[in-house]
RNA sequence: GCGGUCAUAGCUCAGUUGGUUAGAGCACAAGAUUGUGAAUCUUGGGGUCGCGGGUUCGAGUCCCGUUGGCCGCCCCA
């Protein structure tokens, strides 16, 4: 047994482990489509240049990845994003937009596995595509927040933290640092609340220790946790372009109030998310207790259609993991209990009787019904045992007294009331059981 | 890539300073029970003790290596 054993950090699902993804993907699904985003798929192979043009190729590092029997460089897709942009930056003229889109697919990463992350998972992804104002923005973080309250989640559970990397950008510029200073003060953000002053050490490195005045303004901006606070410092500032982003700001966090969703929403300005290819808004969610990674995360990527070789055309989108989600779920006690019983067990007496029974098994089964019966001759009491055991709602006797009279005695394995119908009568006569209780 | 820790039946675990043929509970299966229910009793299948090497008269137990799990670091699209 032991000789051929999963590979590393694959995840294997028994009948209860994929019942209960089954439960998570489905809701997701449905949260989806009363949103009003349609589901599509895509290959899990992609040519490596494809994540090389997006990423760089220091990600190579990070992906399963191999060269096929026609030379090509592959890769197992370890995110959905550049595959989408490909889809829809393939077929942009045609589509009507907004294009709201979403996938439940599987991902792959050569990583070392830890707690809440493995090299197979599971997301959600949902994008808007041909949206540039904020009001996509709105769409997708509603849709995010439904996605973990249909499971009963709630504010005291998860939060959202909002940040925007383009008004971070003209702050940094506002204050006379040029692109490659700023990129080094967000790498210093985005670190420092695992590492406090340390994460300034990276800019010091390419560019000597940050002015004190200036490190003083980035903290500051970095503590902003309002919107009040936010408007504050940026009329200190002045210009235009963050007066834009502040109106986008309003436009975003108004919408979310009026769908009552601002107790989900916090302003943080110390989410960057490490990937340069995000534009604007960026987003994560966290536990509340603090105890997990990431829940899901996303932002707009306003150019990246275009540099995969698509038209221009704005986006937003985000993605929810399932391997910290159903922690989470876990650890809240919101994992359901599987129903999985039949809906009638037959009890048959021998295999003179057999032959009749199989014939109502089987006008059971394609009316809809699931019936369960014993493979082999079994005592009529092992195999009550059997049906109590099962979970079924309702046996289906027959022995050699009933075919005799051309009836089939239905017992109500709940109450144990028993009745007698003619056999040709035996499907309407479970349907009604079924229906009445 | 680095560090810590663990590995005995399908699951949870016991196994004495190293000592006979490695155990229990749960689960599974058969019988008691050939027309009516989760009980009870009896019985059974299942382990190269993760794998490989070493020390020893003798290793589940001690030593080395290796693989895998878990936890953390780096990274995290």
Known sequence: MAQFQTLPGF??????????????????????????????????????????????????????????????????RPEMTPTVCRLVGAKASALKRPVKWFS?????????????????????????????????ETELIALLVQCLCAFGLTEQDFYVRLSDRNLW????????????????????????????????????????????????????????????ALEQALAAIGGDKLAARLADWKKLLGGLDAMGLARFVEVDLGVVRGLAYYTGFVFEAFDRKGELRALAGGGRYDDLVEKLGGPALPAVGFAIGDMTFALLLEQRGLTPALVSAPDVYAVIGGPAERRAAFADIH???????????????????????????????????????????GVVKIRDLTDRSEREVPRDQAVVAVRDLLAGA
């Open 11 to 76: 995840r294997e699902f028994y009948p209860e482990d994929l019942a209960r993804r089954n439960h998570i993907f489905r809701l997701w699904r449905q949260t989806a489509h009363a949103f009003g985003f349609a589901e599509y798929d895509a290959p899990v192979l992609e040519p490596l240049d494809l994540y090389r043009a997006k990423s760089g190729d220091e990600i190579e590092g990070q992906l399963f990845s191999f060269t096929d029997k026609g030379g090509r460089e592959v890769a197992l």
């Open 363 to 405: 006008a059971l089964r394609a009316a809809g019904f699931r019936v369960e019966y014993p493979f082999r001759e079994l005592a009529f009491g092992k195999q009550f045992k059997a049906a109590a055991e099962s979970g079924a709602r309702l046996a289906l006797i027959y022995g050699g007294d009933e075919l005799a009279k």
């Open 104 to 136: 439940l697919a599987e991902f792959f990463r050569y990583e070392r596995m830890q707690k809440g992350r493995g090299r197979c998972f599971h997301q959600f992804n949902a994008d808007i595509f041909g949206e540039p104002g904020p009001e996509a």
């Open 169 to 228: 950008f003209y702050y940094l510029e506002a204050l006379g640092l040029d692109e490659a200073r700023i990129r080094a003060v967000l790498g210093a953000v985005d670190r420092y609340e695992k590492y406090g002053d340390d994460a300034f050490q990276g800019y010091a490195e390419l560019f000597g220790p940050l002015d004190p005045a200036l490190k003083a303004q980035v903290l500051a901006f970095l503590q902003i946790k309002s919107l009040g």
